[in-house]
């Protein structure tokens, strides 16, 4: 038996927002707070971050932006992910903590959770255009949360940055931020 629209409509949805900082600007306009604490980030404005999100019931607004704001039903699965615009092999950026701060307590506790992929495709380095790709084991991160009601919630997005040493090799913490973002769930 198929089901009806309203049947899949209320299935659980997986949606997953993608966040990029721009790491040159939280790195020129903001110091760090000292010291180094993860429970006491320092806020930053809505310029260098860029969030894009998939999955969703629909973007209400802001999808590329700092301010993105979109809908979920309960029930719905979210995960974030970041990294930075270097794609985190220079500045790297952890997305580290998911907070309430406003309106309707929507996310339950946001998890971090890490899948393997035994055979992830990476670019070939023998060609001059990288393909055909290669296979490589590699780790994937996201930070997860199951949504528990209906209302809108302002939340905080935490993410710690690191940069590169002149070692070129090693990538050390610089420090600790956040903004503000939106969800509104029916």
């Not at 306009?29 to 993860?38: A, F, G, I, V």
């Not at 993410?159 to 956040?178: R, S």
């Amino acid at each position: 038996m198929s089901e009806s629209v309203e049947e899949k409509a209320a299935a659980s949805q997986s949606i997953n927002v993608l966040v990029i900082i721009d790491t040159e600007y939280v790195k020129a306009n903001y110091q760090p707070n000292l010291p180094l604490d993860p429970n006491n980030p320092k806020g930053i404005n809505h310029s260098s971050q860029f969030m894009i999100v998939t999955g969703s019931r629909g973007v209400i607004s802001g999808q590329g932006t700092a301010d993105l704001n979109f809908k979920a039903n309960v029930g719905d699965y979210v995960a974030f992910t970041g990294t930075s615009i270097y794609d985190n092999s220079d500045d790297a950026v952890i997305i580290y903590g998911i907070n309430y701060w406003s309106g309707a307590h929507v996310f339950n506790t946001f998890v971090s959770n890490q899948i393997n992929r035994q055979r992830a495709v990476m670019p070939n380095t023998s060609t001059n255009n990288g393909l055909p790709a290669v296979q490589a084991s590699l780790n994937f991160n996201s930070l997860d949360s199951k949504v528990g009601s209906s209302g809108t919630e302002n939340f905080y997005v935490y993410f710690a940055l690191y940069t590169l040493a002149d070692d070129g090799q090693t990538q050390n913490l610089y420090g600790y931020y956040y903004w503000d973002p939106t969800i509104t769930v029916a």
